[in-house]
């Protein structure tokens, strides 16, 4: 995200941040120090007391049981593809019966309960007795926070019961199929895992942080990413309107001299046998199938997209719309850029150079780790008046350093990058690299979890199924494991052991290659995990509960916060409202990006200026709404559901993102609600 | 058969005797017309320093109620002047709408005012520390209709952190002493009658034994035993040395129980002073004698006029508060408009 505040250094969230925190300091220890000082925790503990008494004769604790009933009557119709998927959908449903039924009692008693308190006039003689206001405020939430806290309890144990109880069928189902002796290979190997592990089995899964699909992998050149005519090369470029600007040139705007693009790429010929040596006998006629292969040479299309992956320069804008040919290692090629596509780019701030291979016979390799303006993968020169004028711009520092954002990439499938198997053309690598990470072996092995989407083939194919190799590279001394060869089901875990020797300096790639013919995965960076120990499924419900809370708590906290002030019709809508505010704009992230305003612009058409004043204006717009999302709860924070469902552990990393949030919202909100209760007119 | 007689002499002919009250010397306070609920400075009720000697001492009290865009609504009390000594019985009075409610509102920092200060106990009135020595009685009993009699009171003790040993002592004592039976302080307080739940709502009013206590139509919802119950009970806080602050329409009832009144109209106050002081008719004069024989009844007027009677007392007859505060309000009511119509 571009810098906005460059000239305090603070980006609006750390302004916020710093002005929520003065606020909550002076209206706790300076405006409520009184209040603070004599904070009763018997008082406290009598009102927490009655908001229970009164959820209690409300009914709201017998809702748990009603979701109970739900969650088994739900269960009955649940499809489910083996045993542990019906494990993980019972899970779901509980998770998400009980996150529910949290979420609206939270939201039901806190927008309710002072309203009502006032309307009845029960808060006169509580007000009137040497009970502060911070204790009234307190005294609710902690009574809100017990509700939930017992509701969460209720289904809890609710879902760890039943759990049990649907295992033991389910346990007895893999024995009754592992009999079977026409069971296939991928199923008998998965069904005598579960046997062993259980299917409650909970793990700590570590996923690669890097994770690219290469084109091609050479050990003699570990550090070059090689990408075929079914990857892309995306290369992360920030730019300001000064740096397109020709220097030298009174009252230049960007891009009034255009710009050259700098590309430092190796072609590397993977195929001889579909090598075309010679020139077709008439060198101005084009083959309509593969007209890029005429000279049989490497050849590349540069494109410009934004940060959403949408093109931002029309082809022509770019070298004429032409291909450029890569020659070998030193191959530095030039393309030109127009002035309108620079124009474009000085309104983004922020766009990827996109490389496509063309030629299927050849592999494009690039060399992230020069990061000197001579070596440099890829730059843009910006033309000037003079030789000390002309500006060279670099992709961002990060795309060297091996970050996911940027680097080789497959082509866009319906569930991830593709990673194909061999066929027509060349089939590619899925490189997932490790740093780091130490797992603990069991008997020597390091356990791997694999899992893909086929996109295409695989289970349609009855009598082929879709196989891949898989291996472990030790990046610290270059030894590879031996391939192991798997099946692979779509969206179904495929378990693989290799040796913990190739694991012991916590720095290695799993390399997975396809070797089905015509075979695509839908592939994610979530797709290769390494089983770093075991894990209790108690201690993950627990933790899942855990973060439930947390959640019904902001929700009371929100829930109070907008009771202080307004009838609970009103405070319900603006707590719903404010709960889901930043889900919602991330729902519509994609055109809340800075790009969009150029995107607009450019459809539009019209001078730079106008488009300036337009791509801005709809900039403008946008980066407003996102930093009043940014200022509303993520409640994706608690999310944990997908995790247990995989019944991979909830790493505690989520446990303290909840509470970051719920201290970084709740304690201003509640702040805020005392300051606000303090000011009150509590008799109508 | 010891006859009693009493003769009214009025010195000015007026059927309706029009209230003149006591002169300022004595103990009444009358606040002048001109600026009407004025500070009267560090005498105000004999005390040299009211904010903090006296149970009460309001200065220049008012509360203005705004609408949403913070335009003015009702002037509900206007600069009240106002001090009630520690250990009096005070009634408020006044008709709908008169700024009683608003007043008691101000004094428990129920509502804020608008302008002007309010003492209790010689703190700020609204402090949530002085809350500790005082009781409240609100018209109606607000409690948690979900709690039973004894769960309440318990509620209440435990937010003046009472010990539990010593509520489990005081609970019953207080429901003994409100007329709360066994069976009733089991019960839901939903399921209470009006008079049941105003004996509950006197108990949370006690359950810290309170310096001050505020009653708020004590006696709405009471049967005549009850209010007669009610109504010793007053006096008996006085003569534990209480404050109680009374607000009722039964004028009978304050007339019975208080040391002194107000009379609040249009949120000004009205008149001040002695309830036995402000019952007197002091344009008329009450000759009272003992021991006359049908013989000299009819010499009376003869025996009157020569000054002859033995044992004869001379005093000024006392009206009721009621006709009092008829009297009040219809002088007050210059334009014919509703005794009650908003101002």
Not at chain 1, 38 to 47: E, H, K, M
Not at chain 1, 294 to 300: I, M
Not at chain 1, 590 to 604: C, E
Not at chain 2, 327 to 332: A, F, K, Q, S
């Amino acid at each position: 995200m571009p810098n906005d505040s460059a000239t305090t250094g603070l980006s609006p969230q750390q302004i916020g941040l710093i002005v929520a925190g003065v606020f909550v300091l002076v209206s706790l220890f300076v405006y409520g120090i009184g209040d603070l000082m004599r904070l009763s925790i018997g008082r406290i503990a009598a009102i927490s007391s009655v908001v229970f008494r009164d959820s209690i004769r409300k009914r709201i604790l017998w809702l748990a049981p009603l979701a109970m009933f739900g969650v088994v009557l739900v269960s009955q119709y649940q499809r489910s593809v083996d045993e542990a998927d019906s494990i993980r959908q019972t899970v779901k449903f509980c998770l998400f019966a009980s996150g529910f039924l949290v979420t609206v009692a939270a939201v039901l008693l806190s927008c309710t309960n002072l309203s009502r308190d006032i309307e009845t006039k029960v808060i006169f003689t509580v007000v009137t007795k040497p009970t502060s206001r911070l204790e009234i405020a307190l005294g609710k939430l902690v009574g809100f926070a017990r509700v939930t806290g017992t509701l969460l309890i209720m289904m809890g144990l609710f879902t760890l019961l039943y759990l049990g109880y649907r295992t033991i069928p389910l346990q007895r189902g893999i024995e009754a199929k592992l009999a079977d002796p026409t069971l296939s290979d991928f199923n008998r190997q998965w069904l005598e895992h579960q046997r062993k592990e259980g299917l409650l089995a909970t793990r700590v899964i570590r996923n690669a942080p890097d994770f690219q699909i290469l084109g091609l992998i050479d050990p003699a050149k570990p550090t070059v990413r090689y990408m075929s005519n079914q990857q892309q090369l995306w290369m992360p470029f920030e730019v300001t309107p000064e740096l397109l600007t020709p220097a030298g040139i009174e009252n230049a705007s960007p891009g009034d001299a255009g710009a050259v693009i700098a590309v430092r790429l190796e072609g590397r010929r993977i195929s001889e046998t579909e090598f075309v040596p010679t020139l077709p006998d008439n060198p101005f006629l084009v083959d309509p199938v593969d007209f890029t292969n005429r000279f049989g040479r490497a050849n590349v299309f540069v494109n410009i997209f934004d940060e959403n992956g949408s093109s931002l320069i029309a082809a022509p804008q770019i070298n004429g719309g032409r291909s450029i040919f890569v020659r070998d290692v030193d191959s530095l090629e030039y393309l030109e850029l127009d002035p309108a596509a620079v124009q474009v780019l000085a309104q983004v701030k922020r766009f990827y150079l996109v490389l496509s291979g063309v030629n299927p016979n050849f592999a494009i390799g690039v060399h992230p780790q020069d990061t000197t303006a001579q070596t440099a993968p890829a730059k843009i020169i910006i033309p000037a008046a003079t030789q000390e004028g002309v500006r060279w711009i670099m992709p961002r520092t990060d795309f060297f350093s091996g970050q996911p954002d940027g680097g080789v990439r497959g082509g866009d499938g319906r569930f991830g990058q593709q990673l194909n198997g061999p066929g027509e053309q060349l089939a590619g690598f899925g490189r997932y690299r490790f740093s780091g990470v130490k797992p603990n072996p069991v008997d020597g092995q390091v356990p791997l979890e694999i899992r893909f989407a086929v996109e295409r083939g695989g289970d349609e194919d009855q009598d082929t199924g879709t196989e891949a190799l898989v291996k472990v590279v030790d990046r610290s001394t270059g030894r590879e494991s031996p391939d192991q060869r798997v099946a692979l089901e779509s969206f179904r875990t495929t378990f693989v052991t290799a040796p913990a020797e190739y694991f012991a300096s916590g720095d290695f790639d799993v390399i997975v290659e396809v070797i089905s013919a015509d075979r695509v995965l839908g592939a994610t960076s979530l797709s290769v995990g390494v089983v770093e120990s075991r894990y209790g499924f108690i201690l993950n419900l627990f933790y899942s509960m855990l973060t439930q809370w947390m959640l019904a708590i902001l929700v009371s906290i929100i829930g109070f916060f907008c009771s202080t002030r307004l009838s609970w019709p009103i405070a319900i809508m603006l707590t719903l409202a404010l709960i889901t505010g930043r889900w919602a704009v991330n729902q519509v992230r994609d055109s809340l990006q800075p790009g969009i305003g150029a995107q607009v612009a450019q459809s539009l058409g019209g001078d730079y200026r106008e488009m300036r004043v337009i791509a801005n204006t709809f900039d403008g717009l946008a980066r407003l709404l996102n930093i009043v999302a940014d200022f509303l709860p993520d409640i994706d924070a608690f999310s944990t559901v997908e995790r247990i469902e995989r019944m991979v552990a909830i790493p505690m990393s989520t446990l303290t993102g909840a509470g970051l949030v719920l201290l970084i919202f709740g304690v201003p909100l509640f702040a805020a609600s005392y300051v606000l209760l303090r000011n009150k007119e509590v008799a109508p | 058969m010891q006859m009693s007689l009493s003769l009214h002499l009025e010195r000015k002919s007026n059927k309706n005797p029009k209230f003149e009250g006591p002169s300022m010397a004595t103990a009444v306070e009358q606040p002048s017309a001109a600026s009407p609920g004025r500070f009267m400075g560090p005498t105000d009720a004999g005390l040299t320093n009211p904010a903090v000697e006296a149970a009460v001492h309001t200065r220049g009290l008012s509360k203005l109620y705004t609408d949403f865009w913070g335009r003015p609504k009702v002037r509900a009390l206007e600069s009240l002047d106002l001090t009630i000594r520690r250990g009096e019985v005070f009634g408020l009075l006044g008709p709908n709408g008169s700024g009683k409610s608003t007043t008691i509102k101000l004094l428990l920092g129920l509502i804020f005012p608008t302008a002007g200060q309010a003492y209790v106990l010689g703190e700020r009135a609204g402090s949530v520390t002085i809350n500790q020595k005082i009781g409240f009685l609100p018209e109606e009993s607000y409690l948690y209709r979900f709690l039973n009699g004894e769960e309440t009171l318990h509620f209440y003790g435990r937010l003046f952190k009472i010990p539990r040993r010593e509520l489990k002592k005081r609970v019953p004592e207080l429901l003994d002493t409100v007329g709360l039976d066994e069976k009733a302080r089991k019960r839901k307080l939903r399921e209470y009658s009006k008079g049941m739940a105003r004996r509950i709502g006197l108990a949370q009013a006690l359950i810290n034994d309170p310096e001050l206590v505020l009653l708020d139509e004590p006696t709405t919802g009471l049967d005549p035993i009850g209010t007669r119950e009610m109504k010793d009970l007053i006096v008996s806080l006085k003569n534990q040395g209480k404050t109680v602050i009374l607000c009722s329409h039964l004028l009978a009832d304050v007339q019975d129980v208080c040391d002194r009144i107000t009379i609040l109209f249009r949120g000004k106050m009205q008149t001040l002073g002695d309830v036995k002081d402000l019952c007197q008719v002091k344009d008329v004069t009450q000759i009272e004698a003992t021991g006359l024989g049908p013989l000299q009844l009819a010499e009376l007027r003869a025996f009157v006029d020569k000054l002859g009677a033995k044992n004869a007392a001379i005093t000024h007859p006392t009206t009721t508060l009621e006709e009092l505060f008829v009297r009040v309000v219809r002088d007050n009511t210059q334009d014919g408009s509703s005794y009650t119509s908003s101002h």
